[in-house]
């Protein structure tokens, strides 16, 4: 089964760097795409970006240059950074899985295994 | 970016109920919407891919409908363990946008 985990730290201060961790088990991140989506207090959504099976990102145009998705293969992980961070990324992260579905009328990808998620505040 | 109003933000409504709610795009998304149910403390859940597919496992009291920019979801008989919040998502073009979230509470 394949199964994702957020690890990183809780509390990030004003101006520096949030560094997250998605650790995959059960499913190579070499296949599909592994995306970034996050949850601000008050339950808005926001995508943030994925990294695909060849290591090519997207990334949402709103977090410009701050955002980067690395990933480590022979681990099994991918990795979420975010420069110079505010309290108004205080919010929960979450990796999930894009993944592919084969339909008659053609390929249709959606977010199908998600992590727990982890909250992280940004805070002095 | 497109914007997906969801509405209503919330409902009260009673085990048994039938419940439904929208989401509408400001632009032609296609059928590329898909349907979330996340409950307190936990990660979302795919229920309805492609405006109108149900996903693996999914109960078929959970439906969903639409095209083009109005997408609707229905639970035809609501039950306890349907508490959650839903949001719809559009993947039809970058940045992928979620709606707002339609919080289901018991009346």
């Known amino acids: 089964e394949v199964q994702l985990q957020e690890s990183g730290p809780g509390l990030v201060k004003p101006s520096q760097s949030l560094s997250l961790t998605c650790s995959v088990t059960?499913?190579?991140?070499?296949?599909?795409?592994w995306g970034w989506i996050r949850k601000f207090p008050g339950n808005k959504m926001e995508w943030m970006g994925y990294?695909?099976?060849?290591?090519?990102?997207s990334y949402n145009p709103s977090l410009k240059s701050r955002i980067s998705i690395t990933r480590d293969t022979s681990k099994n992980q991918f990795f979420l950074q975010l420069n110079s961070v505010t309290t108004e990324d205080t919010a929960t992260y979450y990796c999930?899985?894009?993944?592919?579905?084969?339909?008659?009328?053609?390929?249709?990808?959606?977010?199908?295994?998600w992590g727990p998620g982890t909250m992280v505040t940004v805070s002095s | 970016d497109i914007v997906m109003t969801q509405s209503p933000t919330s409902m009260s409504i009673s085990v048994g109920d039938r419940v439904t709610m929208n989401c509408k795009a400001s632009?032609?998304?296609?059928?590329?919407v898909d349907w979330y149910q996340q409950k307190t403390g936990q990660s979302p859940k795919l229920l309805i891919y492609?405006?109108?597919n149900r996903y693996t496992g999914v109960p078929d009291r959970f439906t969903g409908s639409g095209s083009g920019t109005d997408f609707t979801f229905t639970i035809s008989n609501m039950q306890a363990e349907d508490l959650a919040v839903y949001y719809c998502?559009?993947?039809?073009?970058?940045?992928?946008?979620f709606g707002s979230g339609t919080k289901l509470e018991i009346k």
């Open positions: 998502m559009q993947s039809n073009s970058y940045p992928f946008t």
């Open positions: 999930a899985r894009y993944g592919e579905i084969v339909m008659p009328t053609g390929d249709y990808w959606y977010f199908d295994f």
């Open positions: 990294i695909s099976y060849s290591g090519s990102t």
């Open positions: 492609k405006a109108s």
């Open positions: 632009q032609n998304v296609g059928s590329n």
């Open positions: 059960g499913y190579s991140i070499t296949s599909n795409y």
